[in-house]
């Protein structure tokens, strides 16, 4: 199948499907959609994209945690560099994403090989659309264990769970929880590690112990009512930002860590040992995720018929001096 095969059997102009293939705005739309339908059900990639098996697209996130995504692009760029791969980012809101008319067409008119999406938004159709169109792929820090997706992620149930029981077995009974916003499916797994934990161990939870750390509104008061509705003895974050901001708005209500309240958080970064007190966190395999993803990449290049390859990487808990003994009753 070449492009003059597709203009014949779409009635068009070759031009017209060149222009279509580089994605020129002057190509009637019902056109486009017609010739794009065509591709995608024969499976058409042109010849340069065919003869060029190194590049894959990464789609990345608004880039707001610098020190998770610089790790995790080490591991990317590194692991890519040794398979002679190359790479080229591309913005989960950019432009050329979102107005291309699907992610194949994106993909063939783009040059790439596949992708790597990181951490894509909870209700994100992209991880299906990558399996229904065939595209070679493998999402980052997210888990879809009951689909055909690739993944590679983190175990975020177990690494909350284990920080949960450390606070259990510490005497605590009264844990609050401040979590992010539900937006990826990260956020919605560390709360169920969470609550399974809890339930585990025989602990009932209060739906005023589980309480949301939106970073745009006001987190002294959002502490100050948890503190009030909750009068927990042990805190537990499920984010490394959320940890350090409940932890200085605990130290502006000059209520004392761990002495008055153990903190635990999620996400073990160079400043944790260096806070005051040293910070107890789970512990996350970041650069792991990036090494894993590509490797797992380059598996499926070499497969001659699709299967998916889904990785849970483990998490530790590193025990610092945020966490101590319940004293008296709890």
């Known amino acids: 199948m070449n492009i003059?095969?597709?203009?014949?059997?779409?009635?068009?102009?070759?031009?017209?499907?060149?222009?279509?293939?580089n994605n020129k705005p002057d190509v009637n739309t019902v056109t486009r959609?017609?010739?794009?339908?065509?591709?995608?059900?024969h499976g058409f990639r042109p010849t340069v994209v065919t003869?060029?098996?190194?590049?894959?697209?990464?789609?990345?996130?608004?880039?707001s945690f610098p020190e998770y995504m610089g790790e995790l692009m080490n591991g990317i760029m590194e692991t890519a560099y040794s398979l002679d791969m190359h790479l080229t980012l591309i913005p989960y809101a950019g432009k050329a994403l979102h107005e291309s008319k699907?992610?194949?067409?994106?993909?063939?008119?783009?040059?790439?090989?596949?992708?790597?999406?990181?951490n894509p938004p909870l209700k994100s159709g992209l991880p299906d659309s990558l399996v229904q169109f065939g595209i070679p792929h493998v999402v980052l820090a997210a888990s879809y264990p009951d689909s055909d997706i690739t993944w590679v992620d983190i175990d975020n149930v177990g690494g909350c769970r284990e920080a949960v029981r450390h606070l259990i077995r510490l005497g605590h009974k009264r844990i609050a929880l401040f979590h992010a916003p539900i937006l990826h499916p990260c956020d919605r797994d560390r709360v169920n590690g969470?609550?399974?934990?809890?339930?585990?161990?025989?602990?009932?939870?209060?739906?005023n112990w589980i309480q949301e750390l939106d970073p745009r509104e006001d987190q002294l008061q959002t502490v100050k009512h948890m503190l009030h509705k909750a009068g927990p003895t042990a805190i537990f974050c499920t984010t490394y930002r959320g940890t350090l901001a409940v932890s200085s708005q605990l130290q502006k209500l000059g209520i004392r860590v761990p002495d008055e309240i153990s903190l635990a958080g999620f996400g073990d970064y160079a400043v944790?040992?260096?806070m005051n007190p040293p910070m107890t966190t789970v512990h996350q395999p970041i650069y792991s995720i990036g090494q894993t993803a590509v490797t797992a990449f380059?598996?499926?290049?070499?497969?001659k018929t699709y299967k998916k390859i889904q990785t849970t990487l483990p998490t530790r808990l590193i025990v610092r001096d945020t966490t101590k003994e319940a004293s008296g009753l709890s």
């Open 298 to 303: 380059d598996q499926l290049l070499r497969q």
């Open 194 to 207: 969470y609550q399974e934990a809890m339930l585990a161990e025989g602990l009932q939870v209060d739906p």
């Open 4 to 21: 003059k095969k597709i203009a014949e059997n779409c009635g068009v102009s070759v031009s017209t499907v060149s222009r279509i293939l």
């Open 272 to 274: 944790s040992p260096l």
């Open 102 to 118: 699907d992610i194949a067409h994106f993909c063939r008119s783009a040059g790439l090989q596949g992708l790597l999406v990181i």
């Open 33 to 41: 959609d017609k010739v794009i339908q065509f591709m995608n059900e």
């Open 51 to 63: 003869n060029r098996q190194d590049t894959i697209g990464i789609i990345t996130p608004a880039i």
